[in-house]
């Protein structure tokens, strides 16, 4: 395919130092490779990175605590924002959280990323509170949160939500295959 293709897999092992890379370069206090490594053993994490032509260019690290689906960490290159890339891989770890019986969905964002905080209101998350100084640097973290979906109709819906985004995005990203 002309200009590659996309691919949202599981994250492995290899991945790891291109991953810890990719977090140095976006977050001003990163995670350390020794972090992400422990993700692959978690029971309670689903990481996938998001590969183009084979190259990694992002990843997100969603857990899945009983009923709710937690953000722990999503970004991507930087020579590839601005994509809907971290929206795809935003999408496809909520999917898979509703998939597994999560209702809800909750995450922290420096307050500072505006980027970041549009991406999160379009799936819904509302702000539902504030942290003070909450990053090594001072800098706030607001909470935010998605549902939760406690009966079937809102659930149902925030699902066809879900879906109908996957499909938009599907339609305008060359994805190599159907993501799992």
Do not use: C
């Amino acid at each position: 395919m002309v200009g590659g293709s996309y691919l949202v897999r599981p994250l492995v092992e290899t991945d790891l130092d291109t991953v810890a890379q990719i977090e140095q370069e976006s977050r001003p206090s990163p995670w350390s490779l020794k972090q992400f490594a422990a993700e692959l053993t978690s029971a309670n994490s689903y990481p996938h990175v998001l590969t183009l032509d084979d190259e990694v260019i992002g990843y997100i690290i969603p857990w899945l605590i009983a009923d709710e689906v937690q953000i722990q960490n999503i970004a991507v290159a930087s020579n590839h924002r601005g994509k809907k890339l971290g929206e795809l891989l935003l999408n496809i770890a909520l999917q898979q959280g509703l998939d597994r019986g999560a209702i809800s969905a909750i995450l922290e964002v420096r307050e500072s990323n505006k980027p970041a905080i549009s991406l999160y209101t379009k799936y819904q998350f509302k702000t539902v509170g504030r942290r003070e100084n909450y990053y090594r640097d001072g800098e706030n973290a607001l909470l935010m949160t998605a549902g939760p979906f406690e009966n079937e109709k809102s659930l149902s819906t925030y699902n066809s939500f879900i879906r109908e985004r996957q499909l938009i995005l599907k339609k305008s990203l060359p994805l190599e295959q159907p993501h799992r």
